[in-house]
């Protein structure tokens, strides 16, 4: 009985834990630290800047909270066709299966959530560019 009554609280704690990193909090504070200079917007639209990755995860929290029940494979309700453009269960490697059309369709989703605030919208914009110009080299 104290064998299987360990078992069952262990069980509950890997649920817990794994139902815990299933969530990402998408509050303004991982926002708040990142400048975005002008001239990086315009001038240097490289994947090779480290704000690509800053952007890219603002990005994909961003899209967990607004696109996470179908652009999750981990979750009971994603499509396998949203799966298919892209999967934000992948970590930082999510946007490797986009395309130009892709980008332009998040960009319009995004465009219009007044829960995403300016700094968000602005990051995702640079991710937007750098990877643009990332897919047309």
Do not use: Y
């Amino acid at each position: 009985m104290l064998n299987f009554t360990k078992i069952l609280l262990l069980f509950f704690a890997l649920v817990v834990l794994s139902t815990r990193t299933c969530v990402q909090d998408t509050s303004t504070s991982e926002v708040e630290d990142i400048i975005i200079p002008i001239e990086m917007k315009t001038n240097q639209l490289t994947s090779d800047e480290p704000s690509f990755e800053k952007c890219s995860a603002i990005t994909r929290g961003v899209l967990i909270t607004h696109c996470g029940s179908c652009h999750q494979s981990s979750l009971e309700s994603h499509k396998i066709g949203a799966i298919q453009i892209f999967d934000l269960d992948m970590g930082a490697n999510w946007h490797t299966s986009l395309s130009e059309e892709h980008l332009q369709g998040i960009a319009g989703r995004i465009k219009n959530k007044s829960a995403v605030t300016q700094k968000q919208k602005e990051a995702i914009d640079v991710f937007l560019q750098l990877k643009e110009s990332q897919l047309k080299n």
